[in-house]
């Protein structure tokens, strides 16, 4: 369709603002996926605390104590 005020605009079709839309999504969706990962390889590759492995090593001497 084209915009009669000013021949030199195209209004574009309803399915090319579709589809233009679906592309922006789907760039925002990629771009979110990217930094998740990011951030989970950053959490993944933290140190475990101290504090933490105490009370693991606890559980474990618990549970071989228990059995």
Request: hydrophobic share 35%; glycine share 8%; net charge negative.
């Amino acid at each position: 369709m084209i915009d009669q005020s000013h021949p030199s605009r195209r209004i574009p079709e309803p399915s090319e603002e579709g589809d233009a839309g679906l592309e922006e999504a789907r760039l925002r969706q990629q771009a979110i996926g990217v930094k998740l990962r990011h951030m989970f390889d950053q959490v993944v590759n933290e140190p475990v605390p101290d504090e933490f492995l105490d009370i693991l090593r606890k559980a474990d001497q618990k549970a071989e104590g228990g059995s």
